[in-house]
């Protein structure tokens, strides 16, 4: 399969979690500077001497229409051409969200191939080395649930073939809420590749284009998903993530809340030639609100030379970006011109999306921010393994409390703290330290889990240690578990004032003490309270 089309990774994002941001994904495309603000980082600022309103207004619930019966006909054509031509000026304008027009093709529930059952290997393959493993069951998802594959990869775009993705990342569309949830899959995980052997799951791509598969190296892929984990893949966007920093850059940059220093080598300068040693130097990006620009963020996002924990670190990175790419593209607002600019930039990313269901997805992004995007990790649940060949990979933990099948499980669940099924937890932010950063850093901790961070005026307190009060009658439903662990803290430790009279839930003072640097990999599970 010949794949030729304009190396824009990110675009995933424009495809999939925010439809508008498709304007920035142009070559030579510059989006308009948006105003700076905090909203990118999820973070709320307090004016002086203004209370927080009592009442809060009831998220929009936009729900996905309704899927037809009638099964549509399959488009297999395959775009080999780059578009070319003037690149339109966007505008951000205040315009109001289009309608889900033209009318989608209906969503099928994938099934899995029964030529993949165990036992089966195509004519001349050898007996697998490693046991297969039965199939999973298909989890039981809510109706309406649509679940995205996302695929970089670092190999170079256009040529006959497939490389394998280093990026898999499954991004689900919960219709309650609506929601969001995403999840990356390690390239490492070893797993059955249906009609071939056990193998990586970053190889099914190559392997699926090798034997002309039917629907290719990404219609192999689905399968070994759908096989392996139990998840019906509805749709998929696959690029070359060697462009990230174009759009990153056509984005005016990106603010990110950095809570750990991250130290790697780096390139000297973007333009040096990469294997030449000698151009490389380590480099160290300290804790703070950082501005990135492309090459920055291609270097935060794939940086892990140094790092223990490797891919798992990355993901998370991967995750993060793709949350404030998202929170700023819907600050710019450009889902107006979706579909001028799906016309223009439809060949620059091979997807089976088509564009009535790009402009349902684009129509609930806001609706999707405002209740809540949930990230969860693979970390802890899987076991390190070398084959008989002698290749180190990770082997999926199924079973067992937290483990694979229960994280994977909450995919198609609202996030825990979603404001569309619970009513939201405030925290107020009090700085007492001299580093202006921490609040923010400190927010978007909050932000990530779902708790509503409003920043107070800062004092000048030397010396003081970080306090976490909660203003109700009592702990119950108060995820005093979750913001005591964000927080690096005892339950015990949290003060219950109980005064109806604040205007918030919880009140932290950050002293001298404070960290934002948590194990986020690791976070604890409400299942474990």
């Given amino acids: 399969m010949n794949r030729t ?100 093709r209906p969503q099928l529930d994938p099934t899995l191939d029964a030529t993949v059952a165990v036992g089966f290997l195509r004519e001349g393959e050898p007996t ?15 109706k309406g649930t649509t679940n995205i594959l996302l695929l970089g990869s670092d190999d170079p775009i256009g040529e006959e073939g497939s490389g394998r993705t280093d990026t898999m990342l499954i991004v689900t569309i919960n219709p309650e809420g609506p929601t969001a949830s995403m999840i990356s899959l390690p390239r490492d995980l070893y797993v059955y590749i249906p009609g071939f052997t056990m193998n990586r799951l970053n190889t099914a791509l190559a392997r699926g284009d090798a034997i002309d598969y039917p629907g290719g190296g990404v219609g192999l892929l689905k399968q070994a998903i759908l096989y392996n984990f139990g998840i019906p893949i509805h749709y998929y966007a696959e690029v070359d993530f060697q462009g990230f920093q174009d759009i990153v850059d056509a984005m005016g940059g990106v603010d990110l809340a950095v809570s750990c220093e991250r130290t790697d080598w780096r390139l000297i300068s973007p333009e040096l030639d990469p294997l030449n040693e000698d151009n490389w130097e380590v480099f160290t990006l300290p804790i ?12 935060y996002a794939r940086s892990r030379l140094m790092d223990p924990l490797s891919d798992w670190g990355r993901s998370r990175r991967q995750q993060q970006l793709l949350r404030a790419m998202f929170n700023q593209g819907l600050e710019l607002n450009l889902i107006a011109e979706l579909p001028t600019l799906w016309n223009t930039y439809k060949d620059t990313v091979e997807t089976d999306l088509d564009l009535g269901r790009l402009l349902q997805l684009a129509t609930i992004a806001p609706a999707i921010r405002e209740n ?5 990790y693979l970390a ?29 499980e ?33 927010a978007d901790n909050l932000a990530w889990y779902g708790f509503i961070p409003i920043i107070g005026d800062p004092i000048s307190r030397p010396g003081t240690e970080t306090h976490l009060s909660y203003y109700k009658p009592n702990f119950k ?53």
């Fill in 5 to 104: 089309y304009t190396p824009y990774w990110i675009t995933l994002v424009c495809l999939v979690l925010l439809s508008s941001l498709l304007a920035a994904c142009g070559a030579g495309s510059r989006l308009p500077d948006p105003t700076p603000t905090s909203a990118s980082l999820a973070v709320v600022k307090r004016p002086s001497a203004t209370p927080l309103p009592t009442a809060t207004a009831e998220p929009t619930n936009t729900p996905l229409p309704a899927t037809p019966e009638q099964s549509p006909t399959a488009d297999t054509s395959t775009s080999s051409e780059t578009t070319t031509g003037t690149t339109p000026t966007i505008t951000a304008t205040a315009t109001p969200q289009p309608t889900a027009s033209p009318t989608s």
């Fill in 128 to 142: 697998p080395s490693t046991p297969i493993p039965t199939a999973v069951p298909v989890f039981d998802i809510p």
């Fill in 288 to 299: 703070g609100v950082q501005h990135m620009d492309g090459d920055l963020a291609l270097w």
């Fill in 372 to 376: 809540g995007v949930q990230n969860l």
């Fill in 380 to 408: 802890g649940k899987t076991q390190s393994w070398v084959t008989p060949g002698g290749a180190a990979v990770q082997l999926p933990i199924w079973e067992g409390r937290g483990m694979m099948h229960d994280t994977l």
């Fill in 410 to 442: 909450r995919l198609f669940r609202p996030p825990d703290l979603s404001r569309a099924m619970r009513k939201p937890i405030y925290v107020e932010i009090i700085n007492a330290t001299d580093n202006p950063d921490l609040a923010a850093l400190a």
């Fill in 477 to 529: 439903e108060s995820y005093d578990w979750l913001i005591s662990w964000i927080f690096d803290m005892n339950r015990s430790e949290i003060e219950l004032a109980a005064d109806a009279e604040y205007d918030y839930d919880y009140r932290v003072v950050l002293g001298d003490d404070y960290n934002p640097c948590r194990p986020q990999l690791y976070t604890p599970d409400a299942f474990d309270q």
